[in-house]
T-cell receptor, first 113, second 111 residues
Framework: DADVTQTPRNRITKTGKRIMLECSQT?????MYWYRQDPGLGLRLIYY???????NKGEISDGYSVSRQAQAKFSLSLESAIPNQTALYFC????????????FGDGTRLSIL | QQQVKQSPQSLIVQKGGISIINCAYE??????FPWYQQFPGKGPALLIA?????SEKKEGRFTISFNKSAKQFSLHIMDSQPGDSATYFC??????????FGTGTRLKVLA
């Protein structure tokens, strides 16, 4: 089983709908992240969480919200989806100690019509 | 200051050749430089990483060269294989959680 699991893997929805993307991990890491990947733009940080009670905005948080339900679970919500939020979304985790590598899930491909 | 500039955007190399991808940064506070490899339908996976106290790090066919004075680092893939065909991202981190990613290089190795 994957260490970082994202669901769903693919989602097509309509403008204005509320969408939740979920991430769960079995690595035991405290830190979790949500990124967005767009062609030619690399990966950009949306939100990150150091623990259940510590959630912070990244560089592109507008239009998104998150919830850290447990150490192992971190969900990303789009309250009212718009077409320019069509992208590939990745969850990642890392250990708390120092500057540790981030471990990514396999992503959710989200299309908003 | 926070950008990491990556080039080229795409690269085609013959099997057995050397693939070279370059990244440049401005923020001198960056002190951790990982490279990630991403295959279609998969998330990025850590390939190799370097800290600025060394000028080179080698793991198998993959080498990072780091030039602190020029604020540049590069990934060299020796004896490139078709299985190396993927998208490669460089990143930089200022000693904390936060990664700044390059825009990616799509590598294709011809058989």
């Amino acid at each position: 089983d994957a260490d970082v699991t994202q669901t769903p893997r693919n989602r097509i929805t309509k403008t204005g709908k509320r969408i939740m993307l979920e991430c769960s991990q079995t690595k035991g890491h405290d830190r979790m992240y949500w990124y967005r990947q767009d062609p030619g733009l690399g990966l950009r940080l949306i939100y990150y969480s150091f623990d259940v009670k510590d959630i912070n905005k990244g560089e592109i948080s507008d239009g998104y919200s998150v919830s850290r339900q447990a150490q192992a679970k971190f969900s990303l919500s789009l309250e009212s989806a718009i077409p320019n939020q069509t992208a590939l979304y990745f969850c990642a985790t890392s250990d708390r100690v120092g500057n540790q590598p981030q471990h990514f899930g396999d992503g959710t491909r989200l299309s908003i019509l | 200051q926070q950008q990491v500039k990556q080039s080229p955007q795409s690269l085609i190399v013959q099997k057995g050749g050397i693939s070279i991808i370059n990244c440049a940064y401005e923020n001198t506070a960056f002190d951790y430089f990982p490279w990630y490899q991403q295959f279609p339908g998969k998330g990025p996976a850590l390939l190799i990483a370097i800290r600025p106290d060394v000028s080179e790090k080698k793991e198998g066919r993959f080498t990072i060269s780091f030039n602190k004075s020029a604020k540049q680092f590069s990934l060299h893939i020796m004896d490139s294989q078709p299985g190396d065909s993927a998208t490669y991202f460089c990143a930089a981190s200022p000693g904390t959680y936060k990664y700044i990613f390059g825009t990616g290089t799509r590598l294709k190795v011809l058989a």
